[in-house]
């Protein structure tokens, strides 16, 4: 009899053949629908013995209701840095091979120079002359030293809360399905590494478990998990269990298909609630360890949309799509946008949210007028109106647009319909009669613990299958078609408000005015407010220093439907005005 | 000389002893921030003569500009079933040994009973006397049929619709990361199975690769991948690379130590841009192969919120909570509200959406008010209001709830400053003097593809570590505070409206009237709706049958503070009217 690697003797008992069938499927049980609570039949008795039996069961009732009907175990829910987890996981990766570390290398600079060195630094170039079109023909890179938002006395407290509150965000958001693992070679253990999910508080069976060991006298497999327990959908002869339903389960057998037919059986609870986590199975047998990670979290539930219409006709607009505007102080555009808007689109729904200072009425068919306090800004105004919004795709426009025979939505529509993307820009014509698309490509540096670099610059990523003119970047313009549940669920951060226009509209001065209007009006924050609005046109081509602003970029993102020409940074309508509240 | 398993006979060089150092550092390398274009330094020139040669310029420039900087690659983002990886995997999963296949079991009851069976089926029973008291003394499982929001002859579309968006959802959304990997048994690849990522278009080392073969004339590792390419950091002798900087690598050495070393300077850079994705690597050597997954993502930017005041003193609740509310012509209850706010938080923010009728002016100090359209809904009202919201924590109130001595929102606070919850909800005294807390835990059982079967219960998954009197459930009462970025994202759907309160506010009737009002008034929904508000307690305690209603269960689970006294449906503030549009 062989000692098993948990330092107990197990006896190793003959194979007992029987004629044990399997019976029953594992599909014919049914989960039970009934409440904790036992119930009562009534029967009919005399009115008034029945009040009195009614009052006197209230009573009892009442006394057994407070007793708790089963013993509810205890969570620690309270932010607490590291885990068990995490160190088990950082003493299991294997050692470098000591030998190996003596074998020079010559390092291949190409490649090294690509890899994150957590220490980007952001500085832009001395302005040149300043001359038309200067901007134009010589793109600067420019820089903006968000920490200046702060007075130099007050930095340091800033940065300390900053601090603070980013290590409880780390807290809530770290999950142990993200630290690295790695495979033991030449590992008896076969076991899955990827794909085993369960819904909290339900049960699954594990997957690809299986023993390929050399022939032993007796082969022990140990269990070991701390967020819910072990069991068999099914008990195989010559097999002996220890721990079953619990969190630390052994297996033992001297005949090892035996011991592999068990494995397909084993089951795992999880037992103690969290809506989305992960939890660090242990899987060990003589001289092999292996760890595996088992999700739990609920099923996504998707937000599906009624697209009204027949597939096979034209896309309904109607039913598809919501316009949603912000206006302020200049309801002639707005009046100009609508009835443009309804002369092709008669009973689409427009959205406006509205922060005038005195708000006019707006009304008409098909029109949701949202009233704000004045001035709340254009952040707060847009994240406002996408939030009424009820069909699949809602259409951004700006109040000072005009919709003409060209503004094609089917088109917009179209993309989205057939592609996995998330957004689509389309172009806007000047009075002047340039149009504009708008491509910004935008990426993230790994900084210190200052902040990250931001990085964006004219461009686009890919061009795109079946959508000629069509390219996938990361920032479009202010015309778009979204999905309505991805741009709810980013949202525009309200915290951030918006200078208005400077309210002139020749492109020279705007470009000379740039460099200026920025260094006044951009007041820059420390890594309070990320711009979820960046994705949609807000940001500037412009090099952010490392304090602060980075961009949550969740959205599959998007192209541009139209004549691809490049914008010139010429319709700057954003200045972002961050201020810290 | 050995063969490899490429099919090519590499010539076995011996191995080149060298004085080769480790030059240069990997950190030293920096970002280049410059753009695309070059630029030209402007001297000083004579006026006209600049003129002319700007004039010029722009021309030359303008001709540079529309010829591409490089070639852009093409992606393919449209909508289409099932990809090489999923075969991929498929294929690769181990089967099962034959032998076992005959080894007997005997099924656990117990424990297969709590497998999924995908087939559940949700009935209520049989209503019993309608007596005072009924439901609280004899609670009854109710069930509800929400495929009869349709007619008949239209549920065959809704249900083809249906199935399409959900088809379009499902592309969207799998990801390679998800998958089912299962490891080889006994292979000499060591490799990561968890926790390898990078950001979409970046370079990253991919750690712990290793070949622990036994001895052989010649060693090769070919890697493979879809959506980026493999390289070397850094060179190392005796080992010979073919197809570095391409997506299928092949490495080949004599000297199993330097073939490691290599290993540990080999970087996976991401090609085919994707915000949130992963890519399924393929190693093999002779004899064996792995799979793993590398993700490919934007890193998560935190919101953090600017907490105000000393973190050794108390809670500057001004500056943390927002209280947020929706009216309906009931304006003299609202300014209750708000006065009785006032004589405890003089100047905590209140914002205010209001779809009455007839709006009234409701202004103050600290007040924003937000006017709807007549009737958008409670719903709708809701996601207007916490859009609006800027402080990192948003307290729910009812338009008709009044503040007291007792309404300590610090206590709250403490809660969400001190765990990793999401939300906490407090309790809520009637008039009469009975104070209710109301806990609900819900869970979904999958069903085929008719919907699943949410289950909903009074009761609660665990206490909570130091904070007695607090308990982790599913559902609270409509009094809460949560964490605001969690509430954004999650939202309200405001396709979904309201019924308002039937005015009676007698616990009794509204007990027996209970069940009528439901079967009126509660329109279900063919799939078409997800009730994310159902975590803040809109669902009643009901069995919902399988066509319908799942709901989105994001948010950390929250805590009820106060008497655990247990609600017994009395308070059904809300009815829900589902209807499709």
Not at 102 to 129: D, K, M
Not at 172 to 201: C, F, K, M
Not at 554 to 578: D, E, K, M, W
């Amino acid at each position: 009899w062989g000692k098993s690697s948990t330092g107990t003797i197990h006896s190793c008992q003959p194979f007992m053949d029987s004629a044990n069938q399997c019976h029953g499927s594992f599909g014919a049980a049914m989960a039970s629908c009934t409440s904790h609570t036992d119930r009562i039949e009534m029967r009919s008795l005399h009115k008034t013995v029945l009040l009195v039996l009614v009052a006197s069961v209230v009573l009892v009732l009442a006394v057994l209701h407070s007793w708790p009907t089963r013993a509810y175990s205890t969570v620690d829910v309270r932010q607490r840095p590291g885990t068990g987890v995490e160190r088990l996981l950082a003493e299991r990766l294997p050692e470098p091979d000591p030998s190996a570390g003596t074998i020079p290398y010559r390092v291949r600079e190409s490649v090294a120079g690509l890899l994150a060195h957590n220490g980007c630094v952001c500085e832009g170039e001395r302005a040149g002359v300043n001359l038309p079109f200067a901007q134009l023909l010589f793109p600067r890179v420019s820089a903006h030293p968000l920490h200046t938002a702060f007075q130099p006395s007050q930095l340091d407290e800033m940065k300390r809360r900053r601090a603070k509150e980013y290590q409880g965000f780390q807290m809530r958001s770290q999950t142990p399905a993200d630290l690295l693992i790695v495979t033991e070679a030449n590992s008896p253990l076969q076991y899955p590494t990827q794909g085993v999910e369960v819904r909290p508080l339900k049960t699954i069976l594990i997957p690809g478990l299986a023993l390929k060991d050399l022939p032993r006298d007796i082969y022990t497999l140990n269990f070991s998990a701390s967020l819910g327990t072990f069991n068999m959908a099914a008990e195989v002869e010559g097999v002996k269990v220890r721990g079953d339903g619990e969190m630390h389960m052994t297996l033992s057998s001297c005949v090892l298909p035996n011991l592999n037919r068990q494995l397909q059986f084993i089951t795992y609870t999880n037992t103690l609630f969290h809506p989305s986590t992960a939890d660090t199975v242990q899987l060990e047998t003589e001289g092999h360890q292996a760890l595996f990670t088992i999700k739990i979290r609920h099923g996504v539930t998707p937000r599906l949309y009624n697209t009204g219409g027949d597939a096979d006709k034209e896309y309904n607009i109607s039913t598809l799509v919501t316009i949603a505007t912000k206006t302020f102080l200049r309801y002639n555009k707005l009046q100009d946008l609508i009835d443009s808007i309804r002369r092709y689109y008669p009973t689409v729904t427009i959205v406006i949210a509205d922060d005038s200072e005195n708000p006019k009425m707006v009304s008409g068919p098909y029109i949701e007028h949202y009233v704000m306090p004045f001035g709340k800004g254009w952040f707060a105004g847009r994240n406002l109106a996408v939030s009424q919004v009820t069909t699949k795709y809602v259409l951004w426009v700006d109040d000072d647009f005009i919709f003409t025979a060209n503004t094609k939505l089917e088109k917009l529509v179209e993309v989205l319909e057939k592609t996995t993307l998330d957004l689509v820009g389309g172009a806007v014509r000047e009075a002047t009669g340039y149009t504009a698309t708008y491509r910004q490509t935008i990426s993230i540096e790994a900084g210190e613990e200052e902040g990250d670099c931001l990085h964006m610059r004219r461009g686009f990523h890919h061009a795109i299958d079946g959508f000629p003119n069509c390219v996938v970047t990361d920032g479009v313009i202010n015309f778009f078609l979204a999905r309505t549940d991805k741009v709810q669920q980013v949202g525009f951060d309200p915290r951030l408000a918006r200078v208005a226009h400077m309210g002139n509209e020749n492109p020279v001065d705007w470009l000379t005015q740039d460099d200026e209007v920025f260094k006044e009006q951009y007041l820059p924050l420390l890594g309070w407010v990320q711009d979820s609005s960046f994705l949609l046109s807000e940001c500037e081509g412009v090099l952010l220093q490392k304090f602060a602003l980075s961009c949550q970029l969740p959205l599959r993102t998007h192209c541009t439907v139209g004549t691809p020409i490049n914008s010139y940074l010429i319709h700057q309508q954003v200045f972002l005005q961050a201020s810290i509240q």
